[in-house]
């Protein structure tokens, strides 16, 4: 499906939700796909894009960067400390900040450097134990920590676990971040973003349906 074709999805979703127009923006997820398909992507316009891995993302996106200005790029996938200072200098926004961790090292980085992308809390919604992410229930504490190290939270992100109806992840995830202020979610994958957008998704990200099927899993 080519990406003209998911927006325009989007823009009908957004209508049926009664929402402005651009009122959601597209991830394009490229992890693990092919340059010539990524960058088939950026030559029709597009320049938002999402990447799982530090690492992988540090090895293609900064010549791409160059070629075509514009380019945003969002961290997706789980953030090791350690990657964390690299990451800072390659992404705009991190989607993933799920640990006290994790959030007391962005912040030093932060205060070092001066700058820091903007930051999505990723929650657990399905409290699945191989899952990244606070549980619902420790979300508000976690917001109120980050908010207290000055980081510049924006928003919340969940993926819901693939066998549950994600309408109630989608709407669990929207009620924790109307209570604490914070007016973007990233939410709804290829398969569901439409729901997403209904309750609110801010942010979808969107891999397979604009790329087709990864090459290597």
Same mark, same amino acid.
């Given at each position: 499906?080519?990406?003209? @074709? ?11 939700? /009664? ?22 992507? !950026? ?6 894009? *999402?990447?799982?891995?530090? @690492? ?13 200005? *514009? ?7 789980? =953030? ?5 200072? @690299?990451?800072? %200098?390659?992404? #705009? ?12 090292? !962005? ?10 992308? $903007?930051? +999505?809390? @990723?929650?657990?919604? %399905?409290?699945?134990?191989? $899952? ?7 979300? #508000?504490? +976690?917001?109120?920590?980050?908010? /207290?190290?000055? =980081?510049?939270?924006?928003? =919340? ?10 309408? !109630? ?5 929207? $009620? ?8 973007? !979610?990233?939410? /709804?994958?290829?398969? #569901? ?5 209904? +309750? ?6 969107? %891999?397979?349906?604009?790329? %087709? ?5």
């Amino acid at each position: 499906m080519s990406i003209a @074709q998911i927006k325009e999805r989007i823009a009908r979703a957004e209508r049926g939700a /009664g929402r402005p127009a651009g009122s959601v923006r597209l991830i394009a997820v490229s992890k693990k796909q092919p340059e010539a398909r990524v960058r088939a992507v !950026l030559q029709e316009g597009h320049r938002l894009f *999402g990447e799982n891995r530090v @690492q992988e993302a540090a090895g293609k996106w900064p010549a791409w960067c160059e070629e075509f200005p *514009g380019v945003e790029l969002h961290l997706l996938g789980p =953030l090791q400390t350690n990657k964390a200072r @690299q990451a800072l %200098g390659l992404f #705009d926004a991190i989607h993933s900040l799920d640990r006290p961790k994790l959030a007391r090292t !962005l912040a030093r980085l932060a205060q070092e450097t001066g700058s820091c992308p $903007k930051l +999505f809390i @990723q929650v657990n919604t %399905g409290e699945e134990p191989q $899952k990244a992410g606070v549980l619902p229930q420790e979300a #508000d504490a +976690f917001i109120a920590e980050c908010r /207290g190290l000055e =980081l510049p939270i924006i928003g =919340l992100m969940c993926i819901p676990p693939v066998e549950e109806e994600p309408s !109630l992840h989608f709407a669990l995830l929207a $009620k924790i971040a109307e209570r604490n202020g914070l007016s973007e !979610l990233s939410m /709804g994958m290829s398969a #569901d973003f439409e729901k997403a957008i209904a +309750f609110g998704a801010t942010h979808v990200r969107v %891999g397979s349906a604009i790329f %087709g099927a990864r090459e290597n899993g």
